[in-house]
């Protein structure tokens, strides 16, 4: 049976509906079982649509895909020690929010939706844009008022309507939820079928690693995108009979806005709210995350756990990649600054996965700030 289930009160609904939250107004998750058939998937292009039986469209005619997927995981060397890092910065729009628009816009397509609105800090949003232009679908995208003037273009030369808000991040989401009144919420937080184009990252990295899982993965926590992504895909695989055993997951979050860092660590587990601060790392800026309480799980299950970077870590960790010729953004650099501190701890001989989320050509304006000493 495939369904969307409710968070809230566990009641099912028909996916063939433009349906985003269920009647109470909470998240949903979709229910349904993926098929996984590595010597299919062998013969297939290297792109993420490989996994075709594990991705929930039903008519292969509604797939908007700009042949994204199955990114490089390369070998390398960082404070001495040897990691895989997948470079999901090469997508399409230069993030790895390309992988859930991908399917998000094809069910939206599948659905005859022809038009979305969606609220972005930049990427997500940029990826929603691109995909609805491949589709022919409207698109609405409402940003922070601060966010980078690289992203706003990009924005704007795929046709979306940019509404710019005054105010925080969630001032931004709760300008979206209003409009979303009247229209599909294409949201990559809300949306469940956001998340079944994000699982494809750890299909990828087991894929790359002969079908084995890594030790651990170290991922962005802001929304949750790729990280209950790749917490559904590495369930999958592993209930499949693919993997042995489930990595843990490490979330990382910038000490400037850390509620799930303080809900790991709290007595009673819950995700506090918070007052942002101000963060290079924009991306994951997140002070009150829908799926905050499915990410928790998620990290716990997984024996993983949440860690906090600081401002001038991110800093440190965007020269170096740099130096080793990775032009990243500077979220991206808050996860390898993540790494970075969990390596200090973990067993010398544990294998980790790393992401490089998103492309430093998005935060042209911020690098540079950096380079001319007027960055944080």
Same mark, same amino acid.
């Given at each position: 049976?495939?369904?969307?289930?409710?968070?809230?009160?566990?009641?099912?609904?028909?996916?063939?509906?433009?349906?985003?939250?269920?009647?109470?107004?909470?998240?949903?998750?979709?229910?349904?079982?993926?098929?996984?058939?590595?010597?299919?998937?062998?013969?297939?292009?290297?792109?993420?649509?490989?996994?075709?039986?594990?991705?929930?469209?039903?008519?292969?005619?509604?797939?908007?895909?700009?042949?994204?997927?199955?990114?490089?995981?390369?070998?390398?060397?960082?404070?001495?020690?040897?990691?895989?890092?997948?470079?999901?910065?090469?997508?399409?729009?230069?993030?790895?929010?390309?992988? %859930? !628009?991908?399917?998000? @816009?094809?069910? #939206?397509?599948?659905?005859?939706? $022809?038009?979305? *609105?969606?609220?972005?800090?930049?990427?997500?949003?940029?990826?929603?844009?691109?995909?609805?232009?491949?589709?022919?679908?409207?698109?609405?995208?409402?940003?922070?008022?601060?966010?980078?003037?690289?992203?706003?273009?990009?924005?704007?030369?795929?046709?979306?309507?940019?509404?710019?808000?005054?105010?925080?991040?969630?001032?931004?989401?709760?300008?979206?939820?209003?409009?979303?009144?009247?229209?599909?919420?294409?949201?990559?937080?809300?949306?469940?079928?956001?998340?079944?184009?994000?699982?494809?990252?750890?299909?990828?990295?087991?894929?790359?690693?002969?079908?084995?899982?890594?030790?651990?993965?170290?991922?962005?926590?802001?929304?949750?995108?790729?990280?209950?992504?790749?917490?559904?895909?590495?369930?999958?695989?592993?209930?499949?009979?693919?993997? %042995? !055993?489930?990595?843990? @997951?490490?979330? #990382?979050?910038?000490?400037?806005? $850390?509620?799930? *860092?303080?809900?790991?660590?709290?007595?009673?587990?819950?995700?506090?709210?918070?007052?942002?601060?101000?963060?290079?790392?924009?991306?994951?800026?997140?002070?009150?995350?829908?799926?905050?309480?499915?990410?928790?799980?998620?990290?716990?299950?997984?024996?993983?756990?949440?860690?906090?970077?600081?401002?001038?870590?991110?800093?440190?960790?965007?020269?170096?990649?740099?130096?080793?010729?990775?032009?990243?953004?500077?979220?991206?650099?808050?996860?390898?600054?993540?790494?970075?501190?969990?390596?200090?701890?973990?067993?010398?001989?544990?294998?980790?996965?790393?992401?490089?989320?998103?492309?430093?050509?998005?935060?042209?304006?911020?690098?540079?700030?950096?380079?001319?000493?007027?960055?944080?």
């Amino acid at each position: 049976m495939t369904a969307l289930l409710s968070t809230t009160t566990g009641i099912r609904y028909p996916v063939d509906q433009p349906r985003w939250k269920c009647d109470a107004g909470g998240i949903l998750d979709l229910e349904w079982t993926p098929v996984i058939d590595p010597a299919r998937i062998s013969r297939r292009p290297p792109t993420m649509w490989r996994y075709r039986e594990a991705i929930p469209i039903g008519d292969d005619a509604s797939i908007l895909t700009f042949g994204e997927g199955f990114t490089p995981l390369l070998r390398q060397a960082i404070d001495g020690r040897e990691v895989l890092l997948k470079q999901e910065y090469i997508f399409q729009t230069g993030s790895y929010k390309d992988r %859930g !628009a991908s399917v998000l @816009l094809s069910k #939206v397509r599948e659905l005859g939706v $022809d038009s979305v *609105v969606q609220d972005s800090s930049g990427n997500a949003g940029c990826a929603v844009a691109a995909y609805s232009a491949r589709g022919m679908i409207s698109c609405q995208i409402f940003v922070p008022e601060g966010t980078s003037p690289a992203k706003l273009a990009q924005l704007r030369y795929y046709g979306a309507d940019v509404c710019q808000i005054r105010g925080s991040r969630e001032e931004t989401a709760r300008a979206a939820l209003l409009a979303a009144e009247s229209a599909y919420y294409a949201s990559h937080s809300w949306n469940p079928f956001f998340l079944q184009g994000t699982k494809t990252f750890a299909y990828e990295v087991c894929e790359q690693m002969g079908w084995k899982a890594p030790d651990s993965v170290v991922l962005p926590a802001g929304n949750g995108t790729l990280l209950l992504g790749a917490a559904i895909g590495f369930n999958e695989l592993y209930g499949a009979g693919l993997i %042995g !055993a489930l990595p843990r @997951l490490i979330a #990382v979050q910038s000490a400037a806005c $850390d509620p799930l *860092v303080r809900g790991y660590n709290s007595p009673d587990g819950r995700v506090p709210s918070v007052h942002a601060q101000q963060t290079l790392a924009e991306g994951i800026a997140i002070a009150e995350p829908v799926r905050g309480s499915q990410m928790l799980k998620a990290v716990r299950k997984s024996g993983g756990r949440f860690l906090a970077v600081e401002e001038a870590e991110i800093i440190e960790s965007l020269q170096l990649m740099a130096r080793l010729g990775f032009y990243i953004e500077p979220t991206s650099a808050a996860v390898v600054a993540g790494l970075r501190s969990y390596l200090r701890d973990c067993p010398r001989d544990e294998q980790v996965v790393c992401p490089l989320t998103g492309s430093g050509l998005k935060s042209t304006e911020k690098l540079l700030s950096l380079l001319d000493g007027d960055g944080p």
